[in-house]
Nanobody, 119 residues
Framework: VQLQASGGGLVQAGGSLRLSCAAS??????YGWFRQAPGKDREFVAA????????YYADSVKGRFTISRDIAKKTVYLQMNNLKPEDTAVYYC???????????????WGQGTLVTVSS
């Protein structure tokens, strides 16, 4: 099983980025995005159940970020709009065999992709 995250980069505040997480191997029940800023603990950002596609968001990103999945491509996306400097972090995708949302049992993790938002 592999989770390949991509799409990070440097963007100005107010800008947008789209992260992708391509999954190989089996299909999981839930896919999530987490982030870890320098000196801080890793935190939940968003999650989507593979079927029927129920989404979950951290309060800090609601209305700005959208998580989605492409079943045919086995890829999960995180569209990030109106980015703020406090969104700067390494973003990780993760997959869970059971459970939903932030409390799912995330068994597999991708390598992380850096998002830097300048003010």
């Amino acid at each position: 099983v592999q989770l390949q995250a991509s799409g990070g980069g440097l963007v100005q505040a107010g800008g947008s980025l789209r992260l992708s997480c391509a999954a190989s191997g089996r299909t999981f029940s839930t896919y999530g995005w987490f982030r870890q800023a320098p000196g801080k603990d890793r935190e939940f950002v968003a999650a989507v159940s593979w079927s029927p596609g129920i989404t979950y968001y951290a309060d800090s990103v609601k209305g700005r970020f959208t998580i989605s999945r492409d079943i045919a491509k086995k890829t999960v996306y995180l569209q990030m709009n109106n980015l703020k400097p406090e969104d700067t972090a390494v973003y990780y995708c993760a997959a869970a065999l059971s459970g939903r949302g932030p409390q799912a049992n995330y068994n597999y993790w991708g390598q992380g992709t850096l998002v830097t938002v300048s003010s």
